[in-house]
């Protein structure tokens, strides 16, 4: 990233200077910035992200679609061939979405010409709010979707998309949320007292495999010295923290018979809300747990 | 199986057709049922068996060695040479032992030749009550143990096999318990109510794999119209049990989002009493639940 | 109680005999058995129930008035005068309702003038359903209700009645549901097992004071040997349930602090089906617990 | 309180000057603070007051008793007639030790002829740290200790007295940890979410009756604004939180029956550690509900 400018700057450009300063935030659309120049000064970056998709929303059909057909394809030919802007690049890069086998390329291609064919413009998703298997149901559900409902679907991701890239350049007060939070806590119900040193594993799961995100151990408090996943947004999926309770209870000296009941406690868990908070603890004992959202 | 005896009419027969009876329960060691002929009539089947034990336990090192000797190795050349009883083929069968791949083989191979220079016998095992992990974790585990302990162990696995044999041979009261139980209940505290109609799947799983013991659906009272696993001995190791539980509270109408918090929910817990009953209940609304194990 | 009829007898009677050996189940009606008789046989006493309850609800509304005010008032100036069946002086004697303090038997004289006045006949309800609070609450629930909705209701009060008059008269087959049962389990999740000999009591809870039901001893399954209530309706109402875990726990040797977290756990509740089964368990370790209504 | 001193001005204090400033910490016994002040400067204040009480720890057995002989009575004809020190009023007030019941001066009255004739010194304990019925049962419970234990136990709860007394009067760093907290969070498992608006009350719990310590309403992070007790020790006792869980279920719309099972939810514990945290949440649904000591 290169140094990021002020919302002050930015009141203070000109037009033209203001357009450009901002123009892969909404890629091929130097037409966005411009109508929210006009709307200065902005209070809030907040304030500013929504005068630009404001533009963006009144605009006529024919603006928004070429503004829509500007997007590179997911994991398509386009992306393979390098024609993207260098965001696009980067998100994309993220999932590995550069970086397909041929199966799963020959599914996007599919995906991307009967998505292309319905609705006349390229599927439009935030990749950085999704993993990789999300992205995938998330392409075959919209892709069932009645074309005005997907239109507005694909204007929420472009506000998703230009939200977090608006908060990457611009440094200034009001910045709409764009990060989430997952958190754990382990607490030893024998003792009535946080479980110290227990082994977390974060694991990403998808349909065919499972991906190490993080691995951690708990501190005095029973929680984790920073959380599971912080300072971006959590990517919609399906997870699997895993507990090395058995070890936990064995070093404190609790009795347990081979193999214990509890070795390793898996709590699997979908996220749903990219800027949420998800605090998911563990209650244990070696003969039972629970768990529930917590916050 | 044959038709089984009854425990009178052992108690009936002359003592060679006692022993020839129950010639294969105690492998190519007649005189072990010579022994117990004499102490006639039993009241029970675990009275029977718990004297021909005693007949074991307190004969000659030099024929309690012969006898250790007389039995098969465990996956290795002599299994695939086709050179063991019939109840021994049917045994190591039952956990595929005698389908080991080459790598595993070669593994049975080196711990069988490690363990007979070591002890002076084969590794013997009542792998009617083992997953095939939970055999290669004791077989290393009991490898290291001083010799004396290991031949007690051994003692003790030959009690665990000669009882599940005599149980299937013969008839009659006081049968030792050689059956465990798994069992779950799903509630749905949302509601107050079982939670019918919920799916679940039993797993054995393994160090690199897992596989389907069997798969049903939760009945009016949020129980299983049969155990999970009845009518045998638990097999000690490391089993998953998964419930649909989102597909469940969707169709009873709970609003969730996509993808749900709980969507499948997966219990992992380790069975070390083959004999014992392992209830497993969950207790669960979409955002939360509870396991233990139970009576 | 008299030796029971059977419903075969009762099939065979002359339908004049018929009607006398009902004749206290429907007070001062003998015209509701006599419609029934007309229907004879029944299969089931559940069907000789709904046979009677469907004369009552298809009378003329003049008889059916004359019906409702036949029955005595509750706690009040004729209970007290003795002018009641010996029927309805034992089910309002089993709550005490016959000796009332000064201060209830006003209450009592208040609410029946205040809803004879309304409605035009006694308040009915089927007093062994519900504990004295809760006969208290409805009373001035229903004295709200629009008429039509009071007079239906009580109805369905006469029909939990004559249900519970009938099923004590007479033996036979299809006896309607007229029990429920409140049971309890305690369990050790520091030990995963059943937790023995924990000392256990119920009362039941009224606005001003609560009075102790009946007192136990979990035994080895964790369970009491008898339901806490069984053999009768539950009466509607609310309950706690005591629990000396502090004790338990010290006895089997884990260690706690002076005063312990935990030393009697109470659990409150309602409840609200007479005839249903309410299971409540407790999952206890010396630092948390947990409940629910299971099955 | 009158304004208080600074460790700085302390430390620069002629010695006559600090032991005078220091006279009502340690109650008719002017060495103590003598024997400290050749030991100036403290860098913190529990440096102070460590070496304050290792001056009564080393002193002579006839300086130590004649030091523990200066306390007055509890509840009894001393504080009666007015003969303790401002501190010791303040602090016997503060449970309403000075105005008992006759019932409850008699037995406070035995209680100390009993414990004087077998000490040869009054009970002595930190009366704010402990509620009354505690202090009842330490009363009776030291009442048996070994004269050596219980002489040790006496110069213990000195500590907390002066310590608690020197941290009112001295400002600066290091000041040892007095206070406690006890801190609740209602979660509603049927949503996924912080249960807010949940009437909250704590009861301090005795043997015969139970007093309201504090009421509140959680606020939208499912917490209490302030904690329900904080800024001073917690009294060691048994407590009990009642949380109006059904009206909160029926405001937002989780249908019930009357009664509700769930309508107040009590939860009793102990309180052991003065100065600790405790944090007794509240995990519930309609239909069950789960606390833990937490962190």
């Known amino acids: 990233m290169t140094s990021r400018l002020t919302l002050d700057e ?37 304030a500013l992200h929504e005068a630009m998709m404001q ?49 799963e390329f020959e599914r996007f291609e599919a995906l991307n010409g009967a998505y292309a064919a319905r ?42 998309i230009t939200r977090l890239r608006l908060v990457a350049k611009v440094d200034g007060p009001g910045a709409p949320k764009t990060d989430g939070r997952l958190s754990t806590h382990v607490l030893d119900t024998v003792s009535g007292k946080p479980a110290a040193g227990v082994q977390v594993r974060l694991y990403e799961v998808g349909a065919s495999a499972r991906a190490l995100v993080t691995e951690t151990v708990t501190n005095q408090d029973g929680r984790t010295d920073r959380p599971l996943i912080g300072g971006q947004p959590l990517r919609c999926g399906t997870y699997e923290l895993e507990f090395a309770i058995g070890d936990y209870f064995r070093r404190i000296g609790v009795a ?25 603890p563990l209650l244990a004992t070696p003969w039972s747990y629970a768990t529930y959202r917590g916050s």
């Open 119 to 160: 609705f006349g413009f390229p599927f439009i998703i935030c990749v950085r709010r999704q993993t990789r298997d999300a992205i995938l149901n998330e392409f075959e559900r919209r892709s069932q979707l009645p074309p005005e409902a997907e239109f507005a679907t694909a204007l929420q991701e472009i506000g998703h």
């Open 10 to 46: 930015l009141n203070g450009l000109s037009g033209e200077a203001f357009a450009a300063a901002l123009s892969d935030v909404f890629e091929h659309a130097p037409w966005v910035a411009e109508a929210a120049a006009g709307q200065r000064p902005f209070a809030t970056i907040a």
């Open 256 to 280: 347990a018979p081979a193999p214990a009941f509890l070795e390793i406690v898996p709590l699997r868990f979908g996220i749903a809300e990219p800027e949420g908070h998800y605090h998911v």
């Open 55 to 103: 533009a963006v929303r009144s605009a006529p059909r024919e603006a928004q679609l070429a503004f829509l057909r500007g997007h590179p394809e997911l994991g398509g030919k386009v992306a393979r061939a390098g024609a993207m802007t260098a965001e696009s690049v980067a998100e994309q890069g993220s999932l590995g979405l550069d970086r397909l086998s041929d199966a």
